[in-house]
């Protein structure tokens, strides 16, 4: 069995989705802090849990048979981070603790981690491969970091294998399941909004970055591309006993306003917009190179086109104007 943190959540859901879809068996762990019921597709075990539930956990890993686990579960807004450093601590390593003492103490080594970008910072050099020295510049990354050496520990002293999965910037939506963060920072979702009037206005944070038209560049990947490669990277942790860190991107950077412009063709509408200080803490450009999961587990992008990614989110959010009902 397949034991699954923060499935409740958007990434965990879609990865849920396809899990079941290709026969494992699921079990969902979610305090649902952060996620929706009803994106928990209803042939996986659900079990309403906190991490922080050391009792509860160690109940779940003696009574199913988990061969692995993949962690999704975590807060992941950036400005809250900065805000409230120390629940990030608690949540996302502390608790990460919980996990990894209940795997270890019950005969579960394998595990797939939801890393990030953040842990790299400000980029030396571009595109980012896995072996650029992480320097994260906010709370959230350095959360993800310390989760990346507590595994190397973990392989060190109990035996655990990991893959860590490092994502850029993740959109779109998968059959009925669609982005419902609350509240919504993400940009892509951010402009959708903004198409549908359930935002006021698009804004655009600095217009004088160096970059080719003065604002930020990204590279975005379509959730369900991300999800295909959890199953592949979940493929090789069961076969194979060895851990590995892959970043997960699309090598290919947009401006924000060149994600914007797109998005006006692609929804057919001039969005309102306006342009805003920079926040603090963003970097001019992040490309990721994803060549190593390319070549290593043969992964490559279906759904890779901004224009395919901007058309999903709008057409989930269409058919849920109001997001999840629970
Ligand atoms: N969304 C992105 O663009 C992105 C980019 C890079 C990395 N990530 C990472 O991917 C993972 C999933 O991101 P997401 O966008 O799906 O987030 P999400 O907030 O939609 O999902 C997180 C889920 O974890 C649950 N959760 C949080 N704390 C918990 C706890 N203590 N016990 C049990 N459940 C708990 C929440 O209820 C939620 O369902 C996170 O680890 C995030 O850091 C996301």
């Not at 050496?149 to 399941?177: H, M, P, Q």
Request: some cysteine.
């Amino acid at each position: 069995m397949i034991f699954v943190t923060g499935g409740g959540g958007y990434i965990g859901s879609v990865v849920v989705r396809l899990l079941v879809e290709n026969d494992y068996e699921v079990i969902v762990y979610d305090n649902l802090s952060r996620g929706h019921l009803s994106a928990i597709d209803k042939r996986a075990i659900f079990i309403k849990g906190d991490l922080a539930d050391k009792d509860l956990l160690l109940e779940v890993f003696k009574t199913y048979p988990i061969e692995a686990v993949l962690h999704f579960a975590s807060y992941i807004e950036v400005g809250e981070s900065v805000k409230y450093p120390t629940i990030f601590f608690d949540n996302n390593v502390k608790n990460c603790i919980n996990l990894l003492n209940s795997m270890c103490e019950n005969g579960c080594y394998k595990i797939i981690f939801s890393s990030s970008a953040a842990v790299y910072g400000e980029p030396l050099s571009l595109p980012i491969r896995e072996n650029h020295p992480l320097l994260p510049i906010n709370p959230y990354g350095e959360t993800k970091r310390l989760i990346e050496e507590l595994l190397f520990s973990y392989e060190k002293y109990c035996g655990l294998k990991f893959i860590s999965l490092r994502y850029f910037n993740v959109a779109g939506a998968y059959d009925n399941l669609g982005e419902d963060h609350r509240p919504e920072t993400h940009l892509i979702p951010l402009i959708v909004k903004a198409a549908l009037g359930k935002e006021r206005i698009f804004k655009i944070y600095g217009d004088d970055y160096p970059t080719k038209d003065g604002t930020c560049i990204r590279d975005y990947i379509h959730v369900y591309d991300l999800a295909i490669a959890h199953i592949l990277a979940l493929k090789k942790l069961l076969k194979e006993e060895k851990s590995e860190v892959y970043n997960l991107g699309s090598e290919k950077g947009y401006s924000v306003k060149e994600v914007f412009e797109t998005a006006c063709e692609v929804i057919g509408k001039k969005i309102p917009y306006e342009i805003v200080e920079r926040r603090p803490g963003d970097v001019p450009i992040l490309i990721a190179s994803s060549e190593k999961i390319k070549k290593e587990l043969g992964w490559k992008r279906e759904r890779g086109d901004l224009k395919i990614i901007i058309k999903d989110t709008f057409e989930w959010q269409k058919n849920f104007p109001f997001g999840y009902p629970d």
